[in-house]
């Protein structure tokens, strides 16, 4: 248990739905990632929350899109996904940005069809 | 830009050390960490070590770091079934102000 949970643990969903990530970390963090982990790229760096607010995007499509309604949760929404999209995506977080020691979460392994 | 690597797969028989390498180019590197990945499961924090030490040991985990070379390894000692994994080498880079991973060794521990 590290503290961030990630729910739902598995996905499935079509090219034209609408889903949801989200993420809760319990460790009175103030930053939050979103990281991507597949085959070709094992992990990407897509979203960097820092105390609610986003310090870095790396050229995510706009089909992602993060939220951070406080510094506990973070979402990452998807829309009109393809199937190259199907990875495990990782939250992690970290007392600051200044201190780089990541808690991750176990991941929600996504399937695009 | 920033890049971190290390060997994809390590194979070796239950009882013995196991070493997995990893380079880095940045030189302002900080912090050095290794990562444990098991089957289904996130990344979860093993060791790390600061850019100003050459050795940290932890039970069975003895991290060494070459500065110069900009080398860093993870010896496992007594290595059992349950240490199977993906290990995940990580460098702060003082350049880029990011964490960058390497693609992970695939760590295989057979009788």
């Known amino acids: 248990e590290t503290g961030v949970t990630q729910t739902p643990r598995h996905l499935v969903m079509g090219m034209t739905n609408k889903k949801s990530l989200k993420c809760e970390q319990h460790?009175?963090?103030?930053?939050m990632y979103w990281y991507k982990q597949s085959a070709k790229k094992p992990l990407e760096l897509m979203f960097v929350?820092?105390?609610?607010?986003?310090?870095e995007n790396n050229s995510v499509p706009s089909r992602f899109s993060p939220e951070c309604p406080n510094s506990s949760h973070l979402f990452l929404h998807l829309h009109t996904l393809q199937p190259e999209d199907s990875a495990l995506y990782l939250c992690?977080?970290?007392?600051?940005?200044?201190?780089?020691?990541?808690?991750f979460g176990e991941g929600s392994r996504l399937t695009v069809l | 830009g920033e890049d971190v690597e290390q060997s994809l797969f390590l194979s070796v028989r239950e009882g013995d050390s196991s070493v997995i390498n990893c380079t880095y180019t940045?030189?302002?590197?900080?912090?050095l960490y290794w990562y444990k990945q098991e089957p289904g499961a996130g990344l979860q924090l093993l060791t790390y070590?600061?850019?100003?030490?050459d050795m940290k040991q932890d039970q069975r985990l003895t991290v060494l770091l070459n500065k110069k070379d900009k080398h860093l390894s993870l010896r496992i000692a007594d290595t059992q079934t349950g240490d199977s994994a993906i290990y995940f080498c990580?460098?702060?880079?003082?350049?880029?102000?990011?964490?960058?991973f390497g693609a992970g060794t695939r760590l295989a521990v057979h009788p």
């Open positions: 992690a977080s970290s007392r600051s940005l200044a201190v780089t020691e990541l808690f």
């Open positions: 460790l009175g963090h103030n930053a």
């Open positions: 929350y820092s105390l609610e607010e986003r310090v």
């Open positions: 940045d030189s302002s590197s900080t912090y």
């Open positions: 070590i600061f850019s100003n030490m």
């Open positions: 990580a460098a702060f880079s003082g350049g880029y102000n990011k964490l960058i």
